[in-house]
């Protein structure tokens, strides 16, 4: 079975840049897979930052972006905020009517 | 802008069965999926299921013995049950609204989670 892979945590410096990622251990992660990232924030529900790989949902900064980076989904945050500490998930289309999400990355701002 | 919020029993004991309701608010229910997502404590997002307003429904192979998931367009609303429920059964459960019907497709509207904790 196909696992859906994120690392399981990034530090950034305050105005620093991180690129996560989201690939399969199986394949490649496509447009085909059709990418979305969500940000938690401890005791909330996720909020959708990207979808279909790189539109930003509405209200998200443009300082948030979404793009396909080799074999993965890759989210980049440029400038990164305190306010950015969150875990972050991706979700793809596995096809057969599954979505099915990664297992989440911690990001650290300090 | 439409609102989620799921509600149910908070406790139940190992073997008995999880049953929420997610309840639409500020929209219909008709046109959209829906679908159940949990969360235990400290882990990850999981995707349990999705339904059509239709009825026409998909579940996590992973789950798909013991899931049912229904809806009641009259009270725009959508049902979980999980039967045979055990300890790894305890999770924040949220409910959310796919954007579209077509691809591509994304969650856009969250509840905001309830506790389901299984203990005897």
């Known amino acids: 079975q196909t696992v859906v892979t994120q690392e399981p945590s990034f530090s950034v410096s305050p105005g620093g840049t991180v690129t996560l990622t989201c690939g399969l251990t199986?394949?490649?992660?496509?447009?085909?897979?059709?990418p979305s990232w969500y940000r938690q924030t401890p005791g909330q529900a996720p909020r959708t930052l990207i979808y279909n790989t790189n539109t930003r949902s509405s209200g998200v900064p443009d300082r948030f972006s979404g793009s396909i980076l080799g074999n993965k989904a890759a989210l980049t945050i440029t400038g990164a905020q305190a306010d950015d500490e969150s875990d972050y998930y991706c979700l793809v289309f596995m096809g057969s009517g599954s979505w099915v999400f990664g297992g989440g990355t911690k990001v650290t701002v300090l | 802008q439409v609102q989620l919020q799921e509600s149910g029993p908070g406790l139940l004991k190992p073997s008995e069965t999880l049953s929420l309701t997610c309840t639409v608010s500020?929209?219909?229910?008709?046109?959209?999926?829906w679908s159940w997502i949990r969360q235990p404590p400290g882990k990850g997002l999981e995707c349990i299921g999705y339904i059509y307003y239709t009825g026409t429904t998909s579940y996590n192979p992973s789950l798909k013995s013991r899931v049912s998931i229904s809806v009641d367009t009259s009270k725009n609303q959508f049902s979980l049950n999980l039967s045979s429920v055990t300890a790894a059964d305890t999770a924040v459960y949220y409910c959310a609204r796919y954007s579209t019907t077509t691809l591509p497709n994304w969650f856009d509207s969250w509840g905001q989670g309830t506790l389901v904790t299984v203990s005897s």
């Open positions: 199986s394949g490649s992660v496509s447009t085909s897979y059709y």
């Open positions: 500020g929209g219909s229910i008709s046109g959209y999926f």
